[in-house]
């Protein structure tokens, strides 16, 4: 057999080669972008951090790691429309990201987008229904909508789980004050909550 009959073939394994290794060094070279953003949020240079998430991303538009931590930075930064953006992304990605959830949440919580907020808060709940910080969130957005009832059901949920927890009395107690309802129950609430954090001033304004 002539050799030039195997040139298509050894034509198509470099090219096979070719995709595969500049695959590796593209996925290699957005994941050091997203190693070196994370250095620069943790050392406060958030700005930064946000511009090596978005190379990572331009390298690698399915490296959810990025967009997660670029919607982590554009939430420090206050900037909650943009994270909301990329945890849009990062949830279209992967449907099973609580934390993104539970990120996308706090972001609609901080634009007042309460309804929304819940929404995201009650999905991350169904596979986290034991998450102290989560059920505290669900109850202080579930507070802006007038939902007593829901906020009295998590903050006792959290109460149970972590008896110590003096912010979940605190909040359950002065709400039911600032309502007029249950006065007794509201000041003893308030009174626990003290008592487990007696130098807190947000506790000690409840009184």
């Not at 399915?62 to 945890?87: G, L, P, V, W």
Request: aromatic share 10%; proline share 3%.
């Amino acid at each position: 057999m002539n050799i030039t009959d195997s040139y298509p073939k050894i034509i198509l394994i470099l090219i096979l080669v070719y995709v595969c290794w500049s695959s590796a060094i593209f996925s290699q070279t957005s994941e050091s972008y997203v190693k070196s953003g994370y250095n620069k949020f943790v050392s406060g240079h958030v700005d930064e951090a946000i511009a090596l998430f978005s190379k990572a991303i331009e390298l690698d538009k399915q490296n959810i790691n990025a967009y997660f931590q670029r919607a982590m930075s554009y939430s420090f930064a206050t900037k909650h429309q943009e994270a909301i953006r990329d945890y849009d992304k990062v949830l279209s990605l992967n449907p099973e990201y609580i934390q993104a959830f539970i990120s996308r949440g706090s972001s609609k919580n901080k634009l007042k987008l309460f309804k929304e907020a819940i929404a995201d808060f009650n999905m991350a709940l169904e596979k986290q229904p034991d998450s102290p910080d989560l059920l505290y969130d669900h109850a202080m957005a579930a507070e802006k909508l007038d939902r007593i009832d829901v906020l009295e059901s998590s903050l006792r949920k959290l109460n149970h789980l972590k008896p110590d927890h003096a912010h979940a009395y605190n909040a359950l107690g002065y709400t039911l004050a600032d309502r007029n309802q249950r006065l007794q129950e509201a000041r003893d609430l308030v009174a626990k909550a003290l008592s487990l954090s007696p130098d807190d001033p947000f506790i000690m304004d409840s009184m």
